[in-house]
């Protein structure tokens, strides 16, 4: 089950300081007496902190993630509904939910508000961190972190279906999904009532990313012209399998987080503030699989490989899936066999060696 750890405060990029900050998080495994066994997860942008839900055949005894070797932790992402700070925490000053007044929050705060939080568990470094997606925005920046003496707080990265920076083709999808969901009566500029959420709207938006996270292949080969003949319109089967997504999204998620996580995955860029794009790729001396998807239509190949092709110690492995970008979602045993093997032969310390 998830646990919550308090940190005292935090302040975010944008200057905005809270206090009393919940972090969610979950562990499996056992921290060794050093602190620098820990494999971090990071998860995508609607997941949460419990592992062995979505990503289960990854976890377990020989395996990608293994709790009898590793201590496998996973923390929630600020601005997420599922426990971590977010726009319905309460604002300890007010005694009411931060709603609109919550700060813009970037992949750097996530990571920063995470290392606070990961040296309260007792982890002094990270043997590896691995995610997909918005997670793998996250294990890029946590290629930057370091120790006190300079070396790598990070020993390994396993970034998985993600590029180094937003493209406009991504913020552009983003956008498209905010759109929806003010454009629903019901967001009210975003002080909405709780209990009367803009679900139109969110429901949109989902649909929307659900296309984007497919392929062709994927929705022609699963649905094709097929109708859906025991509902009394008769829609489409793939329309009727949108709709279904947007409702369990409606049913799980609230649309202000939904906003907030969207703009802080635009804000991925390694190179911001940082020197120029290539050479700050060159940087990243850690060990690294990048694993990339063949029909990925959001987060193409092509960004994968021009991680590869810049990375000092980089590994391309493919998921050849017709699903698109969910692939790492989908083919758990292919991907979980590529990181193992990896993760085995990687050529990192031995110090700190999961």
């Not at 944008?14 to 009393?20: K, P, V």
């Not at 707080?153 to 279906?161: D, E, K, L, N």
């Not at 279904?244 to 799980?252: A, E, F, P």
């Amino acid at each position: 089950m998830p646990q919550t750890l308090t940190l005292p405060q935090f302040t975010f990029e944008d200057g905005t300081t809270l206090r009393d900050v919940p972090v969610a998080y979950q562990t499996w495994g056992t921290l060794n007496a050093a602190g620098d066994n820990a494999v971090l997860v990071c998860h995508a942008l609607t997941g949460d902190p419990d592992v062995s839900d979505w990503w289960g055949a990854l976890l377990g005894r020989d395996r990608a993630l293994d709790p009898t070797e590793d201590f496998v932790v996973c923390l929630n992402v600020p601005g997420s509904p599922y426990g971590t700070v977010s726009p319905l925490t309460v604002n300890p000053k007010t005694g009411a939910r931060y709603r609109t007044d919550f700060p813009i929050v970037t992949t750097r705060d996530t990571v920063q508000l995470h290392r606070r939080a990961l040296e309260q568990l007792g982890v002094r470094r990270v043997a590896c961190a691995v995610g997909g997606s918005m997670g793998g925005m996250h294990v890029l920046e946590w290629a930057f972190e370091t120790t006190d003496d300079g070396a790598p707080f990070v020993q390994s990265i396993v970034p998985i279906a993600v590029g180094g920076r937003h493209s406009a083709w991504q913020i552009g999808w983003s956008e498209a999904q905010r759109q929806a969901i003010y454009s629903d009566p019901k967001w009210q500029d975003g002080e909405y009532p709780l209990d009367d959420p803009p679900t139109s709207g969110l429901s949109t938006a989902r649909m929307m990313a659900m296309v984007s996270y497919r392929s062709r292949d994927s929705l022609d080969g699963r649905f094709g012209r097929e109708r859906m003949e025991e509902q009394s319109e008769k829609p489409y089967a793939v329309e009727s399998y949108l709709r279904h997504q947007g409702k369990k999204l409606v049913d799980r998620f609230d649309p202000q987080c939904y906003v907030t996580l969207t703009k802080q995955m635009d804000t991925h860029d390694v190179s911001r503030d940082r020197g120029e794009y290539e050479a700050v790729l060159a940087s990243i001396e850690q060990p690294a699989l990048v694993v990339g998807i063949d029909s990925d239509v959001l987060y193409p190949l092509s960004e994968q490989q021009e991680l590869v092709q810049h990375l000092p110690q980089a590994t391309l492995e493919i998921l050849s899936s017709p699903h698109g970008h969910d692939s790492f979602l989908i083919e758990l045993e292919e991907l979980s066999e590529m990181v193992a093997g990896w993760r085995a032969n990687a050529n990192v310390p031995s110090s700190v060696a999961a």
